[in-house]
């Protein structure tokens, strides 16, 4: 399953969506990246490392937050050797290209890719963003079939992500806009929307507001 929000990650306004979102799945043991944010402060990476361990021993969910800035700390093997006991990623926020950037290491997508299937790969702003298949600048994960992300969605300092999409856009993909604190998960079979907030699907002059408990079908997502 992937599971992607706008806003919120590892605070108390996402606390009740992740709670339902977890319970989807049997024993998780969650593995936390700031690595969208390896770029930055030290301090900015103690955030970021800090709020996670909190959020997630608030849950009761086993956690551990994997500290790796780059590609070359991606594939240390301890973390590749954490990442293949864990059923759920959580990406926070940062610079998406980066992230990409940092993970497109064979062992590391593997383990994505496995996880995907049994568990949940998650993520938050730029951790959402790189799981389309086009996003601002280069592409995506490609998770998400014929989508770009925008994350942020209906915050004011926020808003040129997505006025520059749809001016870039023209009608080739599926913009999926994110509100915070609220999923858009997709798995093999369908679409279910969970949290406080609103899903948007804008797709030339079509746009569709979903809220928390709608499924949708995954043809949703075509051309």
């Given at each position: 399953?992937?599971?992607?929000?706008?806003?919120?990650?590892?605070?108390?306004?996402?606390?009740?969506?992740?709670?339902?979102?977890?319970?989807?799945?049997?024993?998780?043991?969650?593995?936390?990246?700031?690595?969208?944010?390896?770029?930055?402060?030290?301090?900015?990476?103690?955030?970021?490392?800090?709020?996670?361990?909190?959020?997630?021993?608030?849950?009761?969910?086993?956690?551990?937050?994997?500290?790796?800035?780059?590609?070359?700390?991606?594939?240390?093997?301890?973390?590749?050797?954490?990442?293949?006991?864990?059923?759920?990623?959580?990406?926070?926020?940062?610079?998406?290209?980066?992230?990409?950037?940092?993970?497109?290491?064979?062992?590391?997508?593997?383990?994505?890719?496995?996880?995907?299937?049994?568990?949940?790969?998650?993520?938050?702003?730029?951790?959402?963003?790189?799981?389309?298949?086009?996003?601002?600048?280069?592409t995506g994960l490609n998770?998400?079939?014929?989508?770009?992300?925008?994350?942020?969605?209906?915050?004011?300092?926020?808003?040129?992500?997505?006025?520059?999409?749809?001016?870039?856009?023209?009608?080739?993909?599926?913009?999926?806009?994110?509100?915070?604190?609220?999923?858009?998960?997709?798995?093999?079979?369908?679409?279910?929307?969970?949290?406080?907030?609103?899903?948007?699907?804008?797709?030339?002059?079509?746009?569709?507001?979903?809220?928390?408990?709608?499924?949708?079908?995954?043809?949703?997502?075509?051309?």
């Open positions: 399953m992937i599971a992607i929000t706008g806003s919120g990650e590892f605070l108390p306004g996402i606390k009740n969506a992740d709670k339902t979102l977890f319970s989807s799945i049997d024993n998780p043991y969650v593995l936390s990246f700031a690595t969208a944010a390896g770029k930055e402060s030290i301090e900015r990476q103690e955030y970021w490392k800090d709020l996670a361990i909190d959020h997630f021993k608030s849950l009761g969910v086993r956690h551990r937050h994997i500290e790796a800035k780059n590609k070359d700390e991606i594939e240390d093997k301890d973390v590749i050797n954490q990442m293949s006991k864990a059923n759920v990623v959580y990406f926070s926020g940062g610079n998406p290209q980066h992230l990409i950037n940092s993970i497109s290491v064979n062992s590391f997508m593997n383990e994505l890719l496995r996880i995907n299937k049994i568990g949940i790969l998650a993520g938050c702003s730029a951790g959402a963003m790189i799981m389309g298949e086009k996003m601002i600048k280069g998770f998400i079939k014929n989508s770009i992300i925008i994350p942020h969605y209906g915050e004011s300092y926020y808003s040129w992500i997505s006025n520059t999409v749809k001016l870039l856009n023209k009608g080739k993909y599926k913009l999926i806009c994110l509100e915070k604190n609220t999923y858009f998960t997709i798995n093999e079979s369908k679409i279910k929307i969970i949290g406080d907030n609103n899903i948007h699907i804008i797709y030339k002059n079509e746009h569709r507001t979903c809220s928390d408990g709608d499924i949708l079908d995954l043809s949703i997502l075509e051309l």
